[in-house]
């Protein structure tokens, strides 16, 4: 067998590569492996291949979780400027988006050389494809087999994230090491997803598949429902866009949405006031305050005539059509799953790690990062930044 590793990380995605390059440097032996013969394929294909690598706004806000406060300390401790820096110091172009969203100019790439650079400069080694058969521990740490001999570490840091896009390498791994070393993990699910409805609801709006536009949407109960202020995109199935995504990490099978079509907007006293002034039809005049092929199957669905003219609409129509439009409430039948969704919400539970060293409270030397851990950031690079943010943390105190 060879010399003893210090630390040894499973799973050469964005926690792990980047894990392995602070250790490395800090003066660590690190070895990292990866089942996927390509590295960090999540990274490659994350931001429409430009990846959104944080977000300026970060906070803890933005994540969900058993524990909300456990992220806390990670990301308090390495923040967006931080990893701002580093991007920086490579001469890596990017550019903010959107409500804090910074993306690569030219594309994730980038990001993707940068910590192979990092982890070139601590001297990390990494065996790619390369499989996990098994973890043990040790009186002196563990003894990791893999497909390319038995290796003994001190310590072994699990970055092998979480269930979405199997296609590209996910697995359940974490999970099952976790739960071997007598973890608990909170059921994974798909979130940020789109969401689907059944056959017969959809009918009416499969037809207007590819129609985008920005809506409030909501959902819980209570006095502190979530909302987002987003885009919304109809597909075939059912609902996506940043909107639904969004919403879908916080919603509960059973519970409707609450979906406002035209937010900050006043429709039925956009339309009474139209009324005195347009000679248009209903259906034209709607189409003026909406995308016209849903404000066509919105009428034909609440059985209002679109082609009665302005001036002949009565004001009880015209402020039903508005109050139903503010507040579609509909009820999703499941989701994309994932094969679609961004990310796994759920995870190795918190209350058994250390904040400070993502280090296991039951097990010496074992070490959860990055999306296996059960917090999930919102759409718009807070996924990445816990990611940075865990195993920045997770280094610095091995
Ligand atoms: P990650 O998934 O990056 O890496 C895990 C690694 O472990 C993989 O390389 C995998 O092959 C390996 N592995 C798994 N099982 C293994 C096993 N048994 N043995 C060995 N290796 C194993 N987030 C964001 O902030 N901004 C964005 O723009 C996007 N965009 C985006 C687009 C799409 C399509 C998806 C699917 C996801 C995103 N995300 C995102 C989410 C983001 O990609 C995700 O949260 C991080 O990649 C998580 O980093 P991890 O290192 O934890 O897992």
């Known amino acids: 067998m060879s010399e003893p590793w210090d630390c040894v990380v499973v799973g050469a995605g964005a926690a792990g590569l980047f894990c392995a390059g602070i250790a490395g440097q800090l003066g660590l032996r690190v070895l990292v492996v990866d089942h996927a013969p390509k590295v960090a394929e999540k990274i490659r294909i994350s931001g429409g291949g430009r990846c959104n690598f944080t977000n300026r706004e970060a906070s803890p806000a933005n994540y969900l979780g058993e524990n909300p406060h456990f992220c806390r300390s990670a990301l308090a401790r390495y923040t967006p400027a931080d990893f701002i820096g580093l991007m920086r110091k490579y001469g890596i172009p990017f550019h903010e988006k959107h409500k804090g969203q910074l993306f690569c100019d030219r594309s994730a790439e980038d990001v993707i050389e940068m910590l192979l650079s990092e982890c070139e400069a601590g001297r990390v080694t990494r065996w790619q494809p390369c499989k996990v058969l098994d973890v043990r521990a040790t009186a002196e740490g563990y ?31 974490g999970f099952r090491l976790a739960k071997q070393f007598g973890h608990r993990v909170v059921e994974p699910r798909p979130a940020l997803v789109p969401l689907t409805f059944d056959a017969p609801t959809w009918a009416a709006f499969a037809p207007l598949a590819g129609i985008a536009l920005e809506v409030g949407i909501e959902t819980g109960a209570g006095k502190k429902p979530m909302r987002f202020l987003e885009d919304l995109l109809f597909t075939h199935r059912g609902l996506s866009g940043p909107a639904v995504l969004q919403i879908s990490s916080f919603w509960v099978p059973g519970q409707p949405l609450r979906i406002d079509l035209a937010p900050g907007r006043d429709l039925g006293a956009l339309l009474r006031e139209a009324k005195g002034k347009s000679k248009r039809q209903l259906g034209n005049e709607l189409g003026q305050l909406l995308p016209q092929r849903l404000a066509e199957a919105w009428l034909q669905r609440a059985g209002v005539e679109g082609g009665t003219p302005m001036p002949q609409a009565r004001d009880k129509d015209l402020n039903a059509l508005g109050t139903a439009l503010g507040r579609w409430k509909l009820l999703p039948d499941g989701s994309e799953g994932w094969r679609k969704a961004e990310v796994t919400a759920g ?44 195993a920045a ?6």
Request: glycine letters at 12%.
């Open 143 to 173: 003894d990791i087999d893999t497909d390319r001999g038995t290796q003994r570490t001190a310590r072994v840091v699990v970055a092998t994230g979480g269930l979405s896009i199997p296609k590209i390498g996910a697995t359940d791994f």
């Open 347 to 390: 995870g190795v539970d918190t209350r058994e790690l250390n904040q400070q060293s993502m280090e296991s409270k039951k097990q010496p030397g074992l070490h959860f990062i990055g999306e296996v851990v059960d917090v999930t950031g919102w759409l718009g690079g807070y996924n990445f930044q816990w990611a940075w943010a865990s």
């Open 393 to 398: 943390a997770c280094a610095r105190a091995m």
